[in-house]
């Protein structure tokens, strides 16, 4: 089981230099089609309380030009506490639950990038650590038919999440001597009507180490305190999702302050951040086609804490799109998208670039 | 599902300077036992029109000491037009049809490596991009037993297949703002007498970019056009296979212009290249076991365009050597060469190595 | 079928500093949650004759800072020599046969870490070459039954086994002309109360290349001699298990000598090595749960020819820890050690560490 996305980007591109790297390597200038994403995913109930869930990613790098190498994304075992699972203990690197859209899988999501907004909370959505989640059976059974009934749900994350973690994110050794704390609350309503909506709350803490392999030579990390515990990482975060059924709504907006480039200063600071998205979608079926248009905007300012020297992001960006699905196994996304984006880090103190462009995305699901 | 080859290069060496970096690093001096693939295939049929093919392999290096991580071969979706699959889209990481030798997988192929004339195209055979294939059903059968029967064929690439992809080749990210284009016709003739001969033509063009983690500083581009849309990189190709019944011979040869390098003007320019090889081969059967005596002459002269600085190449290798299968899981091949090859790079502008040397290998299929 | 460890060292620690890096990398200061190994095992009898056993982990660095990509462990085929499996041929990377604990899996040791002097023979305890392994039919079943019935044995590595390989260790070029040789007994005897008790005795011998990569500017190699060849490299060591039915005991010591930092000459050396440890360990069942507590003494004097310019270490270390299966695929480890580690290396000439920590282990088998 697994999914594969290949993309092409370059289509009525209006400017080469327009790029979001925690987004997709592949935007701009020099490149062409690219493997965003090929997963094998190899899960099961390998006891009545042991379920175990590995998922590597064969589209990784290590660094330098080399591309396609294999990484680990989920590696975790969720220890059930009660025969119906109700209470679960997750060990291992998986998503950090904080966003509907970071727990949601990429397989499902309609825009080709998750928002700047919630997604630079955690770079690829995990980290390595213990949570404990509990759900009532029935709720785990929503969650359930909201993903396996095309309605593009986040799986089950649980009714309540808590956990603790590394906090440098996923495939990063931890740096300092304390961990991070996540805790989430959603829920997944059912109107009279049959109408799904499912809001959720959910924030984080911790201190981020802005490690010297991520650092320029000549920024200041301020404090040798910062250098060595870290810098103030938190936020919260509101999520509010309608299901298409057929006509959805989905937003999220966060707030929270952490690691950022000053460009006054040339260090990196604590600062500010806000931002969210918000999205509509319509759910079609045309005999065994499915066809969701969809509509997105998102806006960002604040640090991307790990990128190197925590660069600072002012973004804008708006996308019209739709996804197709012929079969269940073959979808197709154009999205079309123009965005304003502002990044400030050692290597350039100002780099604003807007733009638009249309972008293609095979998805295979096996 | 997949194979391994294990070799042991250092028998009879004359000349442990004796290199190709290409075919098998682990040749010459300081080298001794090595995995030269490692692979299991991840495919199958997830849908009567979809078909899915992953193949890591387990034996490749990131740069480097460090060796035997995974990184990917093949991630390709076959979306079958038609009920019969007689026309197809492959979208992903493939093979691009250039070449029988190119085609048929290592495990089929009777001499140790592929020669350099035909596999200088591009390193490791595959680049990601969209092709389309086209072959009638019984044709399709025909590339299946070709395989199947033991006659080590391609498998099937089509009849007729044609291309576009990024043109670095694989799991490198594209460079410029233009594809490569391939194209190949190919059609395995049965005679009255059982005989099968395929003979195929093909080509491809594009412009290839020497980046500059492929380049020595003291170098030149040549014009600064030439280092950022890339140097003309373009080919054409003839082949002919007479399937081993039980006497067989292949051979191909091709000519084009690439990059390569220019040791009077210590730059890279297009240059013109040619070669090709020729080989027989008899298939013998003993009770259970087969024996595939064979023998190859090869002959390249031009640029190897992924390799540091587009290192300028003149070989003449012959080979003598044989294939035992005592069980169809495992594979012996004892393969004597003796070679002259001369390169030319920035770090040596004439290198010229003779030698003979005697090489094992043993393959495992399951 | 595979096994993860999921460990956190940082309880009760009374020195950051104390740290082993072949041990655990997530050792001491700034560290967190650990994925020490995730392993998926590949294996089965392809052909009555063939067997394969392919074991990537997924927890492997390729250096930096990068964590959890994938990389070979095992990747070994056993060709019988005859219909019994009494004789084998094993071609791959594969353990050396050279120690009960380095035979033994991660997932049934105790102890969290293999001893500094049985496992600083061979960094991850495997190399690439061929192997002959011999034993009985009833000698191989009694090493299995001595896995499966929970007695925590090393598997079936022969009664008597011998094997040539290139001696840079596990998923390293060879890097000299020349192979090293290992050969071992080992017989698990059969009291006549159902006591299992397995000595054995084993040695290795070769040259050892410190290569470019792992040496320091302004350390030197001796002579140009030793710089190409390689230094000495051999060992032998004994190793007696009384398996725990339900008190059991366990010891090896090895004495050679091999390539070490000299902290006088700042010189690499060929210097005497000697060192080993004793268990004894008590397995009592509690209904399904399983306990097994554990204590554990090392010792060990010499280099470890795969750090970086050859560290000399001294080790003295204690654990006491228990092992908890409450289900059998989970098994919980608490280990608490205490230990007096000196390394002397070129970065620093004497760094003597002395303290002690609880170390946690969450282990999934699946």
């Not at 727990?103 to 999501?109: A, D, F, K």
């Amino acid at each position: 089981r697994g999914y594969a996305q290949i993309r092409y980007n370059r289509l009525l591109e209006t400017n080469p230099q327009l790029k979001c790297d925690q987004c997709d390597r592949s935007l701009g200038a020099g490149n062409g089609f690219f493997i965003r994403r090929a997963r094998i995913v190899f899960s099961g109930n390998v006891h009545e309380r042991l379920y175990v869930y590995i998922q590597p990613d064969f589209a990784s790098s290590p660094g330098g030009s080399a591309l396609n190498f294999v990484q680990l994304r989920d590696a975790y075992f969720d220890l059930a506490l009660d025969a119906a699972k109700e209470f679960r203990i997750r060990v291992g690197q998986s998503k950090i639950p904080y966003g509907f859209e970071n727990m949601q899988s990429s397989s499902n999501r309609l825009a080709l990038d998750r928002s700047d907004a919630i997604n630079s909370a955690f770079a690829n959505e995990r980290d390595l650590g213990v949570m404990f989640y509990w759900a009532p059976s029935e709720i785990r059974e929503r969650f359930e038919e909201l993903t396996s009934s095309g309605l593009k749900g986040s799986g089950d994350y649980g009714v309540f999440g808590v956990g603790v973690f590394n906090g440098q994110t996923s495939n990063k050794s931890d740096a300092n001597d304390q961990l991070h704390t996540a805790v989430r609350l959603a829920y997944p309503l059912q109107l009279a009507n049959g109408q799904y909506i499912e809001p959720g709350i959910q924030a984080y803490s911790g201190k981020y180490v802005v490690t010297p392999d991520q650092l320029s030579t000549g920024v200041s990390l301020g404090s040798e305190q910062q250098a060595k515990e870290g810098f103030t990482d938190r936020r919260v975060a509101a999520s509010l999702v309608v299901y298409p059924q057929p006509l959805g709504f989905q937003a999220e907006y966060n707030i929270g302050e952490g690691p950022e480039f000053d460009p006054e200063t040339l260090s990196i600071k604590v600062k500010p951040l806000h931002g969210g998205y918000a999205q509509t979608m319509y759910r079609m079926k045309f005999g065994n086609h499915i066809l969701i248009p969809f509509a997105k905007v998102q806006y960002y300012d604040g640090g991307k804490k790990h990128e190197r020297d925590a660069v600072s992001h002012k973004v804008y960006e708006t996308e019209v799109g739709a996804e197709w699905q012929p079969i269940k196994n073959f979808e197709l996304v154009a999205d079309y998208s123009i965005a304003d984006r502002t990044t400030r880090s050692f290597a350039n103190l100002y780099n604003r670039q807007h733009g638009s462009r249309l972008r293609l995305q095979a998805q295979f699901n096996f």
